[in-house]
Every structure is written in structure tokens, then in C-alpha cells.
């Protein structure tokens, strides 16, 4: 399989950060907080590789660094350690050492995110077709006939009425703003999404159909995924292989199967545990 | 800089032109930077100056950083000669810039300060336009935070001024930019060229004279060179547009002194009630006048 995605010991400390942050910090330690110069170690020693067409899940609780790896990987946060590796069809990204145009070219051409909270995806002030023309104008796209097409294919793709494209997504539920989401980051067909939390907070059924979605866009496209929950449903459904974090690291990882059938690591028994 | 070195002063304790000639030297510094980097936002010190700040200050302290005595300049006030922040300013200059001619007639100005619109005469290379600006940044209505724009302005990022567009297309039809339409200059940089119409904008591109803006509010100064691009920002399939003079019928207006039908109209109530249309450029206006009367002449003889 190709790999798409290389990390290598990724870790961002919020704080001034002491050479012992690391050693004190951790599941052993129980905390994420260096007990020598109060930096707090969001997420260190972080290793995986991803591969074309896998979805990757990354679960644990609050706090544990699971967001905080995606916000790094697409540049939302700059990381205080580590590298990551993008394999593009033609040439491969040091993802942490290209200036900041670079940074914006691959966030607008090759990465997609979808947050938890529409209100970080969307600009609310422009309408749901707006969103989506937006990010296709950030890929240089300039055709208006062809911006509209696209963003109407997208969201009937997304199951959004394209009756509602040019009413603003302040007027939709919960789960449409989600599909908008979904639309946006599809449109420049990235090789790469993230996936932050994406149905926590919708009801069940909701949950359910985005869900769906999102396995056959997977399917359809091909597309790379990182998927980051705390909801072990979402990982059981959509995630080939998971990470499991805690307290900024990575304590447990492998099949999907494997993890929630026989956990090996304490922290992951009882998350199993007392999900069923 | 010496600090024994005397500034040029007049009996009241005046430099030429009102500003010291530090501050002077420092504008034109700004201006040159500006003209290198073109469309760029060069920051600078804007002066207080002896009237509000939103009055022109920043037109002002362009003319009077680059007027000299020789020079002929014209004020314009939307397109008029006449109109109180013209002759306001005009006035200001006389008396701050003893030795400096000033004219109504576009062809006879070496210098031209203007709000809100570009004469309709051509300008030649041996012009200056100096234009007024109340918000130099194109992209305030899309971003609040400066930092952040400052950051879009480097990396060429405007996309979020086409979404605007779009969204004007969704909503209404058609772009709905009056004036200030945001302007891409020479391949880089959207400015903000001023509250010109949009009838004006083609005439900065590839203009012989160079055209500068000063906010003074805004403290930046930035300058379309001779003879660049600018191409105001489109769509590949939804052309720029101007505006549109015609009548019902789908003629194109003319002016009712002059009878011209190629410049900007301002449309006025007249007495009875009805449309009046004249143009914005009253020196234009007049010009045209005066040759029909000697030309009426010329035939009655």
C-alpha cells in the first residue's frame, strides 16, 4: 500500500518547556502537565504512517492530544517537535519546514478538514454555495458557471437541498451545517481529511446518515482519513487501524478489530469496557 | 541627520508647502516605495494637518510633499473644481505654496489632487494624480484583523474578495460594487483604488500618468505606476462592467449642457421634477462648451 502520510515524534508543548518535560509527563506520570516547569505536553512522541484509501482513527478522552495532532497536521497549530512526511503524487512535503504560502497551497489543494463546530469550518456570513466557492477560489478556480456546478453537484452529493445553496448555513440544523462541511472539504477532491469530532453532538440518526456518508465517499474516492472521536461506534464503523491516546500519547495502536476485541493496554480495557 | 542644518522657512516660521522638510523627505521616501512595490501599502507617518483627519489629509501631504514652485495643480472635488473640499484645499495650497500656479483645465495641470474621481480628459506622462483615500485596504470587509491581512496581501490571497463577488452574483444579479472596486495591480497586489466609480477604474490600467493615494487616516500611501496592469478583480465568465448610461430606449445618455456622451454623468431632480443628467467632470464640461461656442461662432461669421 502507498503511504500518503509520514509522523515522525510530533509533540506540541504550550509553555516555556524544560528538558525533563517529556520524561514527567505522560500515562505514566498520569498527566500532561510537567511537574518541574508547569508546561503542559499536549501531545508528544507521536508516530504513525497513513496510507492511500485507509481511514485512520485516532480515540481517547478529553484532553488526551487527539485534536491537537490534526490542528499540527493541518497547519492550525505550529508543533513545538517532530516531522510529518507528505507523499503527493509528485514530490513529497516536509510538511513542517515549507513557508507559509506552501502551508496554504496544501491546506486549500490536498488537505480537507471537518470540524466539530461548523462555526470553524463555515464563514457563516456567506451562504452555503458561498463556503464551497470559497475554497474553490482558493484553488484557483475563477469560473463562476463552473464554481456554481461544482458546489451543486457537492452538496446534492452531501444530501444538502440544492434548492438552500445560497441561504446561509446560520439557517440549517446541526447536521446540514456538518454536510456543508463535509461538501467544502470535498471540493478540491483531496487526497487527505480530517475528521475532528465530526458527529459528536448530532442526535443518533443524524450521527448515523454522516456517517454513511462519509464511508462511501471514502469508498467512492479513495480518500485518505484521519478520524479523530472519542466515540468508539464511529471508530468501530469507519476506522481500519486506531490510535488510542492518553495523556498526549500514543499507548496503544493497530487493527480496529484487534484494539476493541482484545486491548492490551489497562487505559484501553477500560474504555472498552465501559463502552459496551 | 545634521541638526544644525536649517530648515527653509518663510518670515511666519513656515517651510514651503507647510510640511518641515523632514516630514516632507519622509513622505517622499513612502512614495517611492510605493512605486516600486506597486499596489503595495507603504505605512507612513501621517501628519496632523490643519483640518480633520477623513478631509483629504492624505491627498494633501502627497501635494504638498511633491509640489514646487513651477508646478500648476488642479483640486478636484467628484469631478468638480468648485465644490467646497476642492476649493478648500486649493486655497490651503495657494497659501502655503507661494510661486505655484493653479488652473481648472486638466491639460494645464503638472499636478492633480482629486476625490473621488479621474479626469476625463486623458492624462498624459508628465501628470501626477494624487487621489484621496478614506479606506485603503480592499479587504477590511472580508477580514477584520489587519495582521491577517497583511499576511493575504503577501501571499497574493484574495480569495475571499471573490467570494464577495460571488455572493453579490447569487443575491443580486450582478456585482454590486459601486466605487472602490477592488483592482489587481500589475498581476500581484488588490488596492482599493479610492471611492473612484467603476467608470473610472480602466483608466489606471496602463495609465501614462503616475497615480498615487494617500489615506491620512489610515496612515498608508500606495501607487499605480505609468504604465501598469490594472485589472479590476473578476470572474473568467462574468466580465467587468461600468456603469450603464442608457435610457429606457437603450441610448446612452448625454450630458444636458454639453451633449457628451462618453464621460460620467451625475444625475440631478430639476425643477419640474425630471431627470437631469450632466457631467461629473465640470472642466470637461466646460471645455466642450467653449469650443461648440467658438466653433457656432466661427459658422454665424
Not at chain 1, 501531545?43 to 490534526?70: P, Q, W, Y
Not at chain 1, 447536521?175 to 469530532?197: C, H, N, W, Y
Not at chain 2, 493653479?102 to 482629486?114: F, K, N, V
Not at chain 2, 460594487?177 to 477592488?182: A, D, L, M, V
Request: charged share 25%; with cysteine; net charge negative.
Amino acid at each position: 500500500m502507498k503511504k500518503i502520510l509520514g509522523v515522525k515524534n510530533l509533540g506540541k508543548i504550550h509553555g516555556s518547556g524544560c528538558p525533563r518535560c517529556l520524561e514527567s509527563t505522560g500515562p505514566d506520570a498520569g498527566s500532561n502537565i510537567c511537574s518541574h516547569c508547569s508546561s503542559v505536553v499536549a501531545a508528544a512522541n507521536i508516530s504513525f504512517d497513513l496510507h492511500a484509501g485507509e481511514v485512520l482513527g485516532i480515540m481517547g478522552e478529553s484532553g488526551s492530544g487527539k485534536s491537537t495532532i490534526v490542528k499540527m497536521l493541518f497547519f492550525d497549530e505550529e508543533p513545538s517537535l517532530g516531522e510529518a512526511v507528505f507523499f503527493d503524487d509528485e514530490r513529497q512535503w516536509d510538511l513542517f519546514s515549507v513557508n507559509a504560502a506552501e502551508q496554504r497551497w496544501l491546506r486549500n489543494h490536498r488537505f480537507g478538514i471537518v470540524y466539530q463546530n461548523p462555526h470553524l469550518g463555515l464563514n457563516f456570513n456567506f451562504s452555503a454555495g458561498g463556503n464551497i466557492a470559497e475554497r474553490l477560489l482558493m484553488s484557483d478556480l475563477a469560473h463562476y458557471g463552473q464554481i456554481r456546478e461544482r458546489a451543486r453537484d457537492l452538496l446534492t452529493r452531501t444530501e444538502v437541498m440544492p434548492e438552500r445553496m445560497d441561504e446561509s448555513p446560520k439557517k440549517f440544523s446541526g447536521g446540514m451545517q456538518q454536510r456543508v462541511q463535509i461538501a467544502k472539504a470535498l471540493s478540491t477532491s483531496p487526497p487527505v481529511l480530517f475528521l475532528d469530532e465530526v458527529t459528536t453532538g448530532l442526535d443518533l440518526s443524524v450521527q448515523a446518515r454522516i456517517l454513511d456518508l462519509i464511508l462511501e465517499i471514502q469508498q467512492e474516492l479513495g480518500t485518505a482519513m484521519i478520524a479523530v472521536t472519542h466515540d468508539l461506534g464511529v471508530i468501530r464503523l469507519l476506522a481500519t487501524r486506531t490510535i488510542v491516546m492518553k495523556n498526549g500519547r500514543i499507548i496503544e495502536a493497530g487493527l480496529t478489530d484487534q484494539i476493541l476485541e482484545d486491548p492490551q493496554h489497562a487505559y484501553t480495557q477500560q474504555l472498552v469496557a465501559s463502552a459496551l | 541627520m545634521n541638526p544644525y542644518y536649517e530648515l527653509p522657512q518663510d518670515e511666519a516660521g513656515y517651510s514651503f508647502g507647510f510640511l518641515d522638510e523632514y516630514a516632507k523627505r519622509e513622505v517622499r521616501r513612502n512614495i517611492l516605495k510605493a512605486i516600486c512595490i506597486p499596489g503595495y501599502q507603504t505605512p507612513y507617518a501621517s501628519r496632523e494637518m490643519p483640518m480633520g483627519r477623513g478631509f483629504g489629509t492624505g491627498g494633501l501631504q502627497l501635494t504638498l510633499s511633491l509640489i514646487g514652485r513651477g508646478d500648476t495643480l488642479k483640486v478636484i472635488d467628484q469631478g468638480s473644481d468648485d465644490s467646497v473640499n476642492a476649493v478648500n484645499l486649493r486655497h490651503f495650497i495657494e497659501l502655503t505654496c507661494p510661486g505655484v500656479d493653479t488652473t481648472e483645465r486638466t491639460q494645464d495641470a503638472t499636478l492633480i489632487q482629486s476625490r473621488h474621481r479621474i479626469p476625463e480628459m486623458r492624462m498624459t506622462s508628465a501628470q501626477t494624480l494624487v487621489l484621496q483615500v478614506p479606506y485603503p485596504d480592499p479587504l477590511v470587509v472580508v477580514e477584520p484583523s489587519e495582521a491577517r491581512r497583511k499576511i493575504m496581501h503577501g501571499e497574493g490571497d484574495y480569495s475571499r474578495l471573490l467570494t464577495k463577488l460571488y455572493e453579490d452574483i447569487v443575491h443580486f444579479d450582478e456585482i454590486t460594487i459601486s466605487h472602490r472596486y477592488p483592482t489587481r495591480i500589475n498581476g500581484h497586489y488588490v488596492l482599493d483604488p479610492s471611492p473612484i466609480p467603476r467608470f473610472d477604474v480602466p483608466k489606471l490600467h496602463q495609465s501614462p500618468a503616475l497615480i498615487l493615494f494617500g489615506a491620512g487616516r489610515e496612515k498608508k500611501i500606495y501607487a499605480v505606476p505609468p504604465y501598469t496592469n490594472a485589472e479590476p478583480l473578476v470572474f473568467e465568465d462574468v466580465p467587468f462592467r461600468t456603469e450603464d448610461f442608457s435610457d429606457a430606449q437603450g441610448r446612452r445618455r448625454s450630458c444636458h449642457r454639453c451633449g457628451a456622451t462618453d464621460s460620467f454623468l451625475d444625475e440631478f431632480t430639476g425643477n419640474d421634477g425630471e431627470r437631469i443628467y450632466q457631467c461629473s467632470d465640470s472642466d470637461y464640461c466646460h471645455q466642450r462648451l467653449s469650443t461648440q461656442h467658438s466653433a457656432a461662432n466661427e459658422v454665424s461669421r
